[in-house]
């Protein structure tokens, strides 16, 4: 396993963990929050996003007009039965979420699943760097490597580690005092 390919599979993971953050709710409305919500839709799940036009008119709602009008009903029952806590209200063609103000539980709740998200990207990344220096050390027992490469490989592999899951730490302390912030 090549050292460069370690650094992109990590900052995969960074990514990753940031589109999870973009679906935890701060104060005000944000399209990225129905990312996580899938619809059954003719039998078969479907990420909301290819169902409906999704936009915020204002800080404190989001808008969804679905393509096709048989849906939004479907759409209704799965934006109702997701971990959101949002009510919809559907007028027969929209439907309408108003993001409420959070309430000072809901904020440590949501801060408490960031660190979860955050904690799961973290675990990936320390899963990249076992793969990556359980494949140098078969490298260094079969003699393709020199011991001292080995060692030295397995060190650069650490501060990679290091590096990532500080960028990945730094987006948990942004997210969290985006949810903080009243």
Known sequence: MKLADVEDHMQ??????????????????????LDRIVVEYYGAPTPLRSLANISTPDSSTITIQPFDRGSVNLIEKAISLSDLGLTPNNDGVVIRLNIPPLTSDRRKELV?????????????IRNIRRDAVD?????????????????????????????????VDGLLAEKEKDITTV
């Open 12 to 33: 995969k993971s960074v990514e990753a963990t940031q589109r999870s953050f973009n679906t935890i709710r701060t104060g005000r409305a944000n399209a990225s929050l």
């Open 135 to 167: 494949s140098v050390k078969k490298q260094g027992k079969s003699s393709e490597l020199p011991e001292d490469e080995v060692k030295d490989l397995q060190d650069k592999i650490q501060k990679l580690t290091d590096k990532y899951i500080s960028k």
């Open 112 to 124: 408490k699943m960031a660190a979860k998200l955050a904690e799961e990207g973290k675990i990936s």
